[in-house]
């Protein structure tokens, strides 16, 4: 990249690959430790990377840095993340858990480090279109069996198995569970028993 000495070019490359492997920033230690730099050599470097445009930093945050520029440009890490199946954004249909393949996005996107607890569900129906959820996306998910109110999860809700997992803004009350839709034409899914099966972290279009 233009304008900056060998190191820094470096210690840009260093940060970049932290953030690809990692998930999150390097602190200043990290960076230092690495080059055998002192502390305040690592934080001049980062400095200069600041002035350059190539990172922007949270003074108040111990990692609080996120990269401008790339010094290699689509050199990212790819998470595989398996499809196992559809789900209802609309009235609740049965999820087919069946492996379906894979969706491939950047690491930098999911903010984890491994798939792990990532799956992706397809979305059937527009009970959440006014999240922004269409027919046709791909829902990334995070397993998890707890969530909180508000939290667009993959749940299912009553007792009876045959209704099905659905894509719905989830709340709770005393022993009362909501599953609530983002579209007026449909109703509120309520019960007193609820299963979450994961939390949304992103939602993948193709406009084709």
């Known amino acids: 990249m233009r304008g900056l000495t ?101 690491q930098s996107l999911a903010g984890v480090t491994d798939t792990d607890n990532l799956y992706a569900l397809r979305v059937r129906g527009d009970s959440m279109i006014n999240d922004g959820i269409n027919d046709g996306d791909l829902a990334i998910m995070f397993k998890t069996k707890v969530a909180k109110n508000g939290d667009i999860v993959a749940a299912s809700i009553g007792d ?11 709340f709770h009350n005393a022993d009362r569970y909501e599953l609530r839709p983002a579209n007026p034409a449909y109703q509120r899914l309520v019960s007193t028993h609820c299963d979450v099966h994961g939390k949304l972290i992103m939602i993948i279009r193709n406009y084709k």
């Open 160 to 170: 009876d198995e045959s209704y099905g997992i659905t894509l719905k803004r989830f």
């Open 6 to 106: 060998k190191r820094q070019l470096e210690v840009a490359q260093f940060i970049e690959n932290y953030f690809d492997t990692n998930g999150y920033a390097p602190s200043v230690r990290n960076i230092a430790d690495h080059f055998g730099f002192s502390p305040k050599a690592a934080y001049d470097h980062m400095t200069a990377l600041k002035k350059k445009n190539v990172i922007r930093t949270a003074e108040n945050l111990p990692r609080g840095m996120a990269l401008i520029k790339r010094t290699t440009p689509g050199d990212s890490v790819v998470l595989k993340v398996p499809l196992v199946g559809t789900t209802a954004a609309g009235e609740p249909i049965f999820s087919e858990e069946n492996y379906d393949g894979y969706v491939a996005i950047p």
